[in-house]
C-alpha cells in the first residue's frame, strides 16, 4: 500500500529536510573569487616592491655606510699657516690628526706627523716623519754650532738625512730619501697637505691604504 505525503512536505524533499545532491551542489558558495581577490593581492604586493627597490637598496646602502672601509689614496688636512714656520727654515713637526669611523662611532685620533719647512723660494716642504727603512719615527737634531744646518736622525738604525730630506751617508739603512708629501697653500697664508704612507723597506715609493 502507498504511504501517503505528509503535510507540509514537498515532493524534491527528503523527511529529513535535505536537499537533494543536484540541489545542494548549487547552493554552496564557490571559492574562486576568493583565489582570485588572494592572487590579485600578491600580484600587487610583489610589483609594490619592485617599485620599492631602488629605494629599499639607497636607504641599505646608506645606513650600512659606516662600516664601509674608508677611501684609498691621500687624506688632505689643514696643518697650519705660513706665520707659523720658522723663517730661518729650520723644520718644525705637525701632527695629523683625522677623523677615525668604528662603525657607527666617529672620533678625531692621531694618524702620523709630518715635518714642514720654508724654503728661501718662499715654498713649503713637507716630509713624512716615518724612516722608510723599518717605519721608526724619524727625529730633528737642530743645528750645532756655526755652519751645521742639522739633520733628520732615525734612532733605531742610526740612518741620517739632511734637511731636504736626502741620506747623508752612502751607506745608509734606509733604502731611500725621506718620503716627500704634496703641499697645497690656500688663501695665501693655510698650509695643507695630502698625508699618505708608503711601505717600508724598499727602494721604491709606494704609497698604502
Not at 650600512?64 to 674608508?70: D, E, I, T, W
Not at 713649503?124 to 742639522?150: D, K, M, S, W
Not at 733605531?156 to 747623508?168: I, Q
Amino acid at each position: 500500500m502507498q504511504q501517503n505525503e505528509m503535510p507540509g512536505q514537498s515532493r524534491g524533499t527528503s523527511q529529513s529536510g535535505s536537499l537533494p545532491p543536484c540541489c545542494a551542489a548549487a547552493n554552496v558558495p564557490s571559492s574562486a573569487p576568493n583565489r582570485r581577490g588572494v592572487l590579485g593581492s600578491l600580484i600587487a604586493w610583489i610589483l609594490g616592491m619592485i617599485a620599492l627597490a631602488p629605494s629599499l637598496v639607497t636607504g641599505l646602502a646608506a645606513f650600512l655606510a659606516p662600516l664601509r672601509s674608508g677611501r684609498k689614496g691621500g687624506l688632505l688636512v689643514r696643518l697650519t699657516t705660513l706665520d707659523n714656520l720658522p723663517k730661518d727654515g729650520s723644520p718644525r713637526k705637525f701632527p695629523i690628526v683625522a677623523e677615525k669611523r668604528n662603525g657607527w662611532t666617529l672620533s678625531r685620533e692621531p694618524v702620523g706627523a709630518v715635518y714642514l719647512r720654508l724654503l728661501p723660494d718662499g715654498t713649503v716642504q713637507a716630509l713624512h716623519v716615518v724612516c722608510p727603512h723599518a717605519g721608526c719615527a724619524i727625529e730633528y737634531r737642530a743645528a750645532q754650532g756655526q755652519g751645521n744646518a742639522g739633520e733628520f736622525f732615525c734612532p733605531c738604525h742610526l740612518a741620517r738625512f739632511d734637511l731636504d730630506g736626502k741620506r747623508l751617508d752612502a751607506v745608509s739603512p734606509s733604502p731611500r730619501d725621506m718620503d716627500t708629501l704634496s703641499v697645497e697653500i690656500r688663501n695665501g697664508q693655510e698650509i695643507w697637505v695630502e698625508f699618505q704612507n708608503f711601505q717600508v723597506g724598499t727602494a721604491q715609493k709606494i704609497p698604502v691604504a
